[in-house]
């Protein structure tokens, strides 16, 4: 399950996994923040949605989140022109570690920005390819392989 932390100065992006083997919640908070609409932090932003896959496969983790169609001039004083898409992706197997083990540890660091937060799919920036989306979700195939769909905005 993905949420953000309440309280309009805490919006922390939270995951919370259920194991159903011991019957405990386990949480991670991540350093991201729900930057609100536009980034003016304050307002809140119920299309700012956490799309959440698992891969079957590798049992990998993957969330997409917080995106409301932002480019380098989306806002339009261009606050998040550096921060347009926003992916964290897990190492194999977290999702299946230990209770003890299911911590923030489990996810690839973002070398270039210091968190968790990459700008890409792939560790190559693309403004063209990975600006204006918005709505994540995740789905499988019919042989598991972990698919996503967003609705990307039209230029105007």
Known sequence: MTWYKGGKENRNMMLTRYNTETGTQ???????KHTGFRNVWYIGESH?????GVSPLDGTIHLLFDMHAYTRTRPTNGSLANDYFRYSYSKKNAAEVPDEEFTLDQFVEDSGAGDYTHLSLNGTLDYDAFSEFTYPQFFLNTQGD???SMRKSIKS
């Open 26 to 32: 386990k949480t991670i908070e991540f350093p991201h």
């Open 48 to 52: 700012n949605t956490i799309g959440i």
């Open 146 to 148: 972990l698919f996503f």
